[in-house]
């Protein structure tokens, strides 16, 4: 039982996390292109390429968590490995000292990628493994969740998401300033 409250809230967090991040995203494909060429990581003809593998990819990650059944795993797969991407991506900026925004959610996501960046990416895929491997190990099949049930981790998963996207600005508003 306690396997499809783990497996719903997965599915949820993940599944609004790609939802805000394409929605974001589709407002200004081009801003979003050219935040991929400013990690210089690829060469910048392929920005505009890569950007579009990243929307179809965020594309079948959501309908994999809404559709479930055969499509989960896949999907859980699928988002673990884009989270990987993110990770390294915002790692190598970071380490590199590249003082540029994410775009992770869109042009008004403007803030320059830091630490938390990458925490919130890798939080995400640890998120995305833990479903893999829950769904890997059960002996049985899942057992369904009512409608009461679905609505609690709806509002659960929703609150951890808003706080998950928003981790860097909570860090910065607890920080201690010298006067």
Known sequence: MIASYWIAFGRIVIGL????SL?????????FSEAITRFKILPKRSSNTFAYLL????IAVITSMLVGGPLLFG????SGVMF????IALASVVFRKIETSCHCFGPSDEKKVGPFHIVRAAGLMALAGGSCCTLLDL????TSLDLWNWGLMGMGGAAFVMIWVQLSEIVELFKTRSI
């Open 55 to 58: 929307l179809s990819g965020e």
């Open 84 to 87: 990987l991407t993110f990770s």
């Open 23 to 31: 929605i974001g995203e589709l407002q200004d494909i081009t801003s």
């Open 17 to 20: 996390t790609f939802v805000l």
């Open 75 to 78: 999907g859980f797969l699928l």
């Open 139 to 142: 002996k049985e099949s899942m």
